[in-house]
């Protein structure tokens, strides 16, 4: 794939990773791979913002090549030190040692522990300037959005936005930009990348958009340094960044469940049966057999979650525990919840769960529906019934 002109003078240089699928370790699954956007930006100057994933250096450096010398480069802009966007400037350094880099102080901390490197580094903070000619970069401090050292890069001759992190998705595609794909899997893997990366930093991102609208910033595109580049309706994102940091859903349950011979898994669906009675959409779940980060997803634009597990060591089964740890860990905003499960001659999984529920900051709206063994008829009638509460509680709730 050659090179892509952005806008006149700023390529797209980054790489196409099609076979990742999973990002953060094992913790979230790319289904759809992911790119490493990087942007050589030609002027008087010549300034590189962002690198890529180390193992796809070569293929950054034949692109910048079809333009100019890599050699020539005057700067090298690291937004964020996470080694998918930093792994390849020891490479372009050894072409360009003249080359300064330019991040904020504790960008300058982490890459020289990452990489060892006695580099000509420029620290900036928020409102910091560099002049290229035509072009000037203006930085943006963005603390813990979502490491401590990320900034974004702004072009006020372009109201470009280069953000790094924020507002990207993983998405492999030979496609550049939003308008060039289908907008329902953008948006849905945005909001995947959302729910998994900065749904903890949710108060940040508000602030933090406010503090640019404040700045009066004209933005006509975003460019990440994920996936396809925001140009036909850029605050198509931002809007969205903002429904969701607020805790905006909705009406929509999750039902999260493990089962060990059959009888929490019957309770499950016999509570979606009564919330599909009452018109309310659900989606469910076993959590063995399915992709934590899709479940996060959707969890993002759930209005209500269940969550229910056998009884094993008076506890919850295996596969539970971790999806309540990282529950405990997001802290999702303005969700309502309730705990079910089932248990023979002793309880204590759904303790387990409302607890959890709570430590996360989720309003138990039911007390727990527990059934010894396996549900009989009235049991059965019983979940329904619960279903259909839970369902009217969430169309009640703002």
């Known amino acids: 794939m050659p090179p892509i002109e952005v806008l006149e003078n700023i390529f797209w240089v980054g790489a196409v990773d ?27 100057k010549t300034a590189l913002i962002d690198s890529v994933y180390g193992p796809f250096a070569e293929e950054m450096i034949v692109r910048i090549s079809e333009i100019i010398d890599p050699s020539k480069i005057d700067y090298v802009v690291a937004n964020h030190v996470e080694t998918d966007h930093s792994g390849a400037i020891q490479e372009i350094l050894k072409l360009a040692p003249q080359a300064k880099v330019i991040g904020t102080a504790r960008c300058k901390e982490g890459l020289q522990k990452h990489y060892f490197g006695n580099w000509d580094f420029q620290v900036v903070k928020t409102g910091d300037e560099i002049n290229l000619g035509e072009r000037r970069l203006k930085f943006i401090e963005t603390p813990m959005l979502h490491w401590p050292d990320s900034m974004f890069t702004y072009i006020e001759k372009d109201a470009l936005l280069l953000p790094n992190d924020a507002f990207g998705q993983h998405l492999a595609t030979s496609k550049r930009f939003d308008d060039e794909v289908d907008e329902k899997i953008l948006m849905d893997e945005a909001a995947k990348y959302y729910a998994n990366i900065l749904w903890l930093f949710s108060s940040l991102v508000i602030r933090k958009i406010e503090e640019i609208q404040k700045l009066g910033l004209k933005i006509s595109m975003i460019a990440p340094s994920h996936g396809i580049i925001w140009r ?32 929490t898994e019957k309770m499950a669906k016999a ?46 089964l295996p596969d539970v525990a ?4 990282e529950m405990k860990g997001l802290r999702p ?10 248990y023979g001659w002793g309880g ?32 059965m009638q019983k979940c329904f019934e619960f279903g259909k ?9 703002k």
């Open 389 to 397: 509460k839970f369902a009217k509680k969430v169309t009640k709730t």
């Open 271 to 316: 509570m979606v049966e009564g919330i599909t009675s009452e018109g309310v959409e659900t989606v469910l779940v076993r959590l063995p057999v399915s992709d934590r980060g899709d479940i996060i997803k959707e969890l993002l634009e759930a209005k209500g979650i269940l969550v229910g597990s056998s009884t094993i060591n008076s506890g919850v």
């Open 333 to 342: 905003r303005n969700k309502i919840a309730a705990a079910f499960g089932s």
């Open 232 to 263: 036909g309706n850029p605050m198509k994102i931002v809007e969205a960044y903002l429904r969701w940091a607020r805790g905006e859903a909705g009406r929509k349950i999750l039902v999260v469940y493990d089962t060990m011979y059959g009888s």
């Open 348 to 379: 204590g999984a759904v303790k387990i769960i409302e607890e959890s529920l709570e430590k996360a900051g989720m309003e138990l709206v039911a007390p727990a529906l527990t059934v010894k063994w396996v549900p009989d008829k009235d049991e």
């Open 18 to 44: 099609w076979n990742v699928r999973h990002f953060h370790g094992f913790t979230y699954s790319t289904h759809r791979g992911t790119t490493y956007n990087a942007y050589l930006i030609v002027d008087e």
């Open 322 to 325: 971790p999806f309540l740890e």
